[in-house]
């Protein structure tokens, strides 16, 4: 986001908008993103969303 729009809250706008455009149809939103991608989490939170459940990915050595 450009400088002079940051810290405004228009990047949870447009999702708490659907969130609860979805709601009001009786549809469950759904926000995923990488829980190493810190400001989208932020971002959800910030709508409304909460996490439910995380991935965890594991590799055998050798």
Known sequence: MLQP??????????PF???D???RRDIVPF???AESHIISRN??????FRPAFG??????KG
């Open 55 to 60: 991935y965890l990915y594991a590799q055998t």
């Open 31 to 33: 926000y995923g993103t």
């Open 17 to 19: 908008l659907l969130k």
């Open 43 to 48: 971002v959800a939170i910030r709508a409304g």
């Open 21 to 23: 455009a979805l709601l």
């Open 5 to 14: 729009f940051r810290g405004r809250g228009y990047a949870a706008g447009l």
